[in-house]
């Protein structure tokens, strides 16, 4: 059982910058990977970015060059730091991760970009 812990949420202004972190209970560099997901209101959850056992990185086209995943292997901790931000960044961002046989969720952290 893994557990997954995020914080970092909160109330920005657009062009405004947040950095959320995953705890994870368990080793991060076992795992196949990490992913951040988001949910807006009314709206279906997507994928926002991944980084893989072997560190390779991806984010939707959506926030490329805005977003970047990274990890901390000593802290099992996964971020992601959020530049730029826009009104239609406003979702809950839950992160993920995947191993080989399941895969975990956290809760949930608000981030509200707003004026």
């Known amino acids: 059982q893994v557990q997954l812990v995020e914080s970092g949420g909160g109330l920005v202004q657009p062009g405004g910058s947040l950095r959320l972190s995953c705890a994870a209970s368990?080793?991060?560099?076992?795992?196949?990977?990490m992913r951040w997901y988001r949910q807006a209101p009314g709206k279906e959850r997507e994928f926002v970015a991944i980084?893989?056992?072997?560190?390779?990185?991806n984010c939707a086209d959506s926030v490329k060059g805005r977003f970047t995943i990274s990890r901390d292997n000593a802290k099992n901790t996964v971020y992601l730091q959020m530049n730029s931000l826009k009104p239609e960044d406003t979702a809950v961002y839950y992160c993920n991760a995947l191993l080989p046989a399941n895969n975990y969720w956290g809760q949930g952290t608000q981030v509200t970009v707003s004026s």
């Open positions: 980084i893989t056992k072997t560190g390779t990185t």
């Open positions: 368990g080793s991060i560099f076992s795992f196949n990977a």
